[in-house]
Every structure is written in C-alpha cells, then in structure tokens.
C-alpha cells in the first residue's frame, strides 16, 4: 500500500469565517473527501493552501509535530 500525500500537519481546528483547517488549510468537505480524490485533484487542492492559510483568523500557538520534526532532522543535516 501506497503512502497518500497529505498536506495534514495534526492542528486539526476550522477557522469558523473562512471554512479553513487553521493547520493544512483544507475545508471540511476536502479533508473527508481527501483519500478518495486523484493525486492530481490533491496536488490541486495543495497547490491552493498557502493562499488559503494568508487568511485564516489565527495560527496554532504551538509548535506542529510535522514542524519539530522537520526541525530536529535538519539540525542533523
């Protein structure tokens, strides 16, 4: 079985004025629909979320498990 990429980061909250997840910047209505969309129909979706993410409310206080970890391996690099 095959990895299915995901732009998750774990902060899983919706921004109520915009319909965002405040961590990966899918609506609702993407996130469930999400293993069953092609890559390219993904890749779409992802190719949108860092505008998507400019307008959400707020950011996540704390540090994402996906951050710290991508923190901790270039540390080592």
Same mark, same amino acid.
């Given at each position: 079985?095959?990895?299915?990429?995901?732009?998750?980061?774990?902060?899983?909250?919706? &921004?109520?004025?915009?319909?965002?997840?405040?961590?990966?910047?899918?609506?609702?209505?993407?996130?469930?629909?999400?293993?069953?969309?092609?890559?390219?129909?993904?890749?779409?979706?992802?190719?949108?979320?860092?505008?998507?993410?400019?307008?959400?409310?707020?950011?996540?206080?704390?540090?994402?498990?996906?951050?710290?970890?991508?923190?901790?391996? &270039?540390?080592?690099?």
């Amino acid at each position: 079985m095959t990895a299915i990429e995901s732009p998750c980061v774990l902060v899983c909250s919706i &921004d109520v004025k915009t319909g965002f997840c405040f961590g990966c910047g899918r609506t609702r209505e993407e996130i469930g629909a999400w293993i069953e969309m092609t890559p390219e129909t993904r890749r779409s979706v992802m190719a949108e979320l860092p505008a998507r993410l400019e307008t959400v409310e707020r950011r996540p206080r704390r540090e994402t498990r996906r951050t710290r970890i991508a923190r901790e391996r &270039d540390a080592f690099s």
